[in-house]
């Protein structure tokens, strides 16, 4: 049978035949009988609980964070207090004992927990000169909402209010902006560059001299002010759970505490009636109860197909859209959750960018046992802002739980600072490979490979040029060599 058009009203509507040549009606509907209109029902309120897991996952995630930090805050370093505000610097970079998810080997972290209802902050920074910093701001929802750092402030000392969304202050004297956050419960990423092992004293000293407290303090140092007792938030472990019904509930409470835009409100509305939501109680109807955890298993099969296929590959590389982890881009809900449940964090592309490969130039996935080279010509080198001390590396992590590999030299990564041997031609070549190359003066261009197992390479590129930050940037292929460089 033909096609069907029909046509309406100068155009107001049209009908257009389906694949059994019927016309398509999009105001047809058909009669399904209780027992299947049940059925039907069950399987929308599953897809309603996929939805709401996708846009609770984050705020979980924080919330959960959040319990790690006051927790080991209070219980490793009673000295500081209320863990409220406090700073805690890593001192050291991260090694083969790090259990965090991809961590980042170039840069020392540090991080604070802060609750803006009770009292807005000021943070002080010393001038930084010479390199790159960063400290990054993350609402309740892990989104990345303002960066104080080498390119959005520069290398001069300065002082930054960080205030709540109810906040209609003035900023006092000798406040240099004002950093509004979209919730009341944020935290703050601190990331400073170290050239080398030498250098670190010298990034130790840079954390001694920040200073975070609140606003009250920093007008007056002898002003009392009254921060949340963290008993509160330590109440309940969000570490553990009975039942993904628990999650929702906590992820409920933590966001009635921490309202979302009125932008997200289309979601909200259609997963209310399964009792998730801010401020919601989780639904105890049974079928209900039942198709959330079916939306919860249908979640996690989206996550996992997520991450193998959301992102362009070009030359075995997952290059990142450039608007991911950015509230209002064009990553969605679903995109949040799976690249804050793979690299918890994520920040804004502007100050840098993951590139990650997973399979060599033949599409096989990178494994120990095959040594591998990866060759940047003089022009393909990843392209980095010096004017804000911008830098890269790429980094080798397992396949399995996305660590480092524990290696006898403590060597991770290849990075841009390091004593690298270029080829004649202005050529780099990166080996990877389970043998040591003979020669020392290849040792920088050299990253072990693990004695077994998949891994996977991720190319990180701070301050990355307008190439990198809008995509169009491609490292050259991962290529299997015949034979280890000796």
């Not at 805690?88 to 790090?98: I, W």
């Not at 892990?142 to 906040?167: C, E, H, K, M, Q």
């Not at 009254?226 to 039942?243: E, H, I, R």
């Not at 259609?270 to 079928?287: C, E, K, M, N």
Request: glycine content about 8%; hydrophobic content about 40%; aromatic content about 12%.
């Amino acid at each position: 049978m033909r096609p069907v058009v029909l046509l309406l009203a100068a155009g107001a509507w049209m009908l257009c035949a389906d694949a059994s040549g019927e016309p398509f009606d999009p105001l047809k509907l058909q009669p399904l009988g209780r027992q299947a209109a049940v059925e039907a029902r069950a399987d929308y309120d599953a897809r309603l609980g996929e939805l709401a897991y996708l846009y609770s996952v984050p705020p979980f995630l924080h919330l959960r964070q959040r319990y790690e930090f006051l927790s080991a805050v209070t219980r490793y370093f009673p000295q500081l207090g209320n863990p409220y505000g406090q700073f805690m610097h890593v001192r050291a970079p991260a090694g083969g004992k790090t259990t965090d998810t991809m961590p980042n080997n170039d840069t020392l972290y540090g991080a604070a927990y802060l609750d803006l209802e009770a009292t807005s902050y000021v943070l002080s920074l010393p001038a930084i000169d010479g390199r790159y910093y960063g400290y990054s701001f993350h609402d309740a929802y892990f989104y990345n909402f303002d960066v104080v750092s080498s390119r959005t402030d520069g290398a001069n000392a300065g002082n930054y209010l960080i205030v709540g969304p109810a906040w209609k202050g003035t900023a006092p004297r000798g406040i240099r902006r004002v950093i509004r956050a979209p919730t009341n419960s944020i935290n703050i990423y601190e990331r400073i560059y170290y050239r080398n092992a030498a250098d670190v004293p010298h990034v130790n000293g840079i954390q001694d001299a920040v200073r975070l407290q609140p606003l009250a303090r920093f007008l007056n140092p002898k002003a009392t002010v009254a921060l949340p007792d963290p008993q509160g938030a330590l109440s309940v472990n969000p570490k553990s759970l009975d039942s993904a019904l628990d999650m929702f509930q906590m992820a409920n409470d933590y966001m009635g505490r921490n309202p979302p835009p009125d932008t997200d409100r289309a979601y909200l509305e259609q997963f209310a009636a399964l009792g998730i939501g801010p401020g919601l109680t989780v639904s105890d109807d049974p079928a209900k109860r039942q198709a959330i955890l079916q939306g919860v298993a249908m979640a996690e099969k989206t996550l996992s197909a997520l991450v193998d296929t959301v992102m362009q590959t070009r030359n075995g590389w997952q290059i990142p859209p450039p608007h991911l982890g950015v509230r209002g881009g064009d990553s969605g809900i679903a995109l949040q959750a799976m690249v804050q449940l793979r690299s918890i964090g994520y920040g804004s592309p502007k100050e840098a960018t993951y590139l990650q490969a997973y399979v060599d130039e033949a599409g096989e996935p990178l494994h120990a046992s095959q040594p591998y080279t990866l060759t940047f010509p003089r022009d393909q080198l990843p392209p980095v802002n010096p004017a804000t001390h911008g830098f890269w590396s790429v980094t080798l992590y397992d396949r399995a739980k996305f660590r480092f590999f524990d290696n006898p030299y403590q060597k991770f990564n290849v990075r841009a600072a390091d004593p690298l041997v270029y080829d004649a031609d202005g050529s780099l070549t990166i080996y990877v490979q389970q043998e040591k190359p003979s020669d020392p003066a290849l040792f920088p261009n050299w990253l072990p490979a693990p004695p077994s197992g998949d891994f996977v390479l991720m190319l990180r590129a701070f301050q990355g040029g307008p190439a990198v930050i809008e995509g169009r940037y491609v490292p050259p292929f991962v290529r299997a060599a015949a034979r280890p460089l000796q």
